[in-house]
C-alpha cells in the first residue's frame, strides 16, 4: 500500500504501508501537554496526521528522513485520515529503494543529447569549460550528479532529474530569445548586442552547485551547514577554470561569477549588472514559475 492508497481508506480498517518520516513537530494540547505532529511522504503523496498517545516515546525514537514500515488503525476525525494505535520500524536500506520515495522525471534521450550537442556547438573558452563542468572530459560522476538532483525540496523541480530539466528551461530561454531577436532584424544585429554562447554557459551552469547543496536517499531536503549554490558556484568556475589551464581571462572570469551571484536578483546575494545578467535572472524566473504552475495544475487535477 502506498500514502494514495491509504487515503482512500475509512474508519477502523487496518493499514501498513512505507514511507519517510518528512516532519515531526511538538504542539501544544488545549487542556495541558503535547501532542506529534507527524508528516509522512512517499514518492507520491505527502500525509500529516496527530499522535496524542506516546508522545514521548515517539518524539525521542522517530528519527527524520528515515524510511519506516507504518502500521495502524484508519480514524476520520472531522473529515481528516488519522491514524490510531501506530506502529513504526524502520527499514533496512535493502528493504526498499528510494523510487519509492522521491518520484523521478522521465528525461528522454534526444534531451540528454540535446544538451550535449548545446555544449559541442559553444565557441571556446565556453566549451571547454562547459565539458570540463558537466564531467564530459572524465569525470563521469559529475554528469551523474547533475543528472540526478533535484531542483528544489518542494515545487518546480523536486524530484530526481529536476536540477537537468530547470537548466534546460532556463537554457531554452535563452535559445528562444536570440532566435526571435535574430527574425526581429530590423534592430540591429543581434548577436552583436549579446554573447549568446558565454549566455548559454551561464543558462546550464548557474545552478549546477546544487549537486552538493541536497541530499536525497529517501526525501528532498536542504542540507542546512551548505554555504548554498550560489557561493559555492562562483567557486565552482574557478575550480573549472584552473582545471582547464586558466582558460577564461580575469575579465570573463569575473563576468561569469558575477552572472551567477546574480541570477536570483532581488532574492540573492548581488542585483543583476549587465543585460546578461538579467537575461539570465528573468530566464530563470520565468522557467521557475512556469513550471511551478504547470506543477500545480497537474496536483490540482
Known amino acids: 500500500m502506498n500514502i494514495n492508497e491509504l487515503l482512500t481508506k475509512t474508519t477502523g480498517e487496518q493499514v501498513t504501508f ?5 516532519k515531526k513537530d511538538l504542539a501544544p494540547k488545549n487542556g495541558g501537554g503535547n501532542f506529534l505532529n507527524i508528516g509522512l511522504t512517499d514518492a507520491d503523496k505527502r500525509f500529516t496526521f496527530p499522535i496524542f498517545d506516546e508522545v514521548e ?4 525514537g522517530l528519527v527524520q528522513g528515515v524510511a519506516y514500515l507504518v502500521a495502524g488503525t484508519v480514524n476520520i476525525w472531522n473529515g481528516n485520515l488519522q491514524l490510531k494505535n ?4 524502520s527499514l533496512k536500506q535493502d528493504e526498499y529503494t528510494a523510487g519509492e520515495f522521491i518520484s523521478s522525471y522521465e528525461v528522454s534521450d534526444a534531451l540528454i543529447q540535446n544538451f550535449k550537442n548545446t555544449i559541442n556547438d559553444l565557441c571556446e573558452p565556453y566549451k571547454t569549460i562547459a565539458e570540463h563542468a558537466f564531467g564530459l572530459k572524465g569525470d563521469a560522476e559529475r554528469w551523474t550528479k547533475f ?7 518542494s515545487k518546480h523541480g523536486n524530484k530526481i532529474a529536476g536540477l ?3 537548466s534546460m528551461g532556463v537554457l531554452g530561454n535563452i535559445v528562444n530569445m536570440r532566435k526571435m531577436y535574430e527574425k526581429l532584424d530590423m534592430y540591429g544585429n ?3 548586442a ?3 554562447d558565454r549566455l548559454k554557459l551561464k543558462a546550464m551552469i548557474h545552478d549546477y552547485k546544487k549537486v552538493d547543496e541536497y541530499e536525497y536517499d529517501t526525501y528532498i531536503r536542504r542540507i542546512p551547514s551548505v554555504v548554498g549554490h550560489i557561493y559555492d558556484g562562483v567557486a565552482y568556475i574557478d575550480e573549472i577554470n584552473k582545471e582547464c589551464d586558466n582558460i577564461l581571462s580575469r575579465e570573463e572570469l569575473e563576468n561569469i561569477k558575477t552572472a551567477i551571484l546574480s541570477h536570483h536578483g532581488q532574492y540573492g546575494p548581488q542585483q543583476p549588472k549587465s543585460e546578461e545578467d538579467m537575461l539570465l535572472h528573468l530566464s530563470d524566473m520565468i522557467d521557475s514559475r512556469i513550471v511551478g504552475r504547470m506543477e500545480d495544475c497537474s496536483l490540482e487535477q
Open 18 to 22: 512505507k514511507a519517510v518520516l518528512t
Open 57 to 60: 516515546k515517539y518524539d525521542k
Open 86 to 89: 501506530v506502529r513504526f520500524r
Open 147 to 153: 543528472m540526478t538532483c533535484p531542483s528544489a525540496e
Open 164 to 166: 537537468f530539466l530547470h
Open 190 to 192: 543581434v548577436d552583436q
Open 194 to 196: 549579446i554573447n549568446w
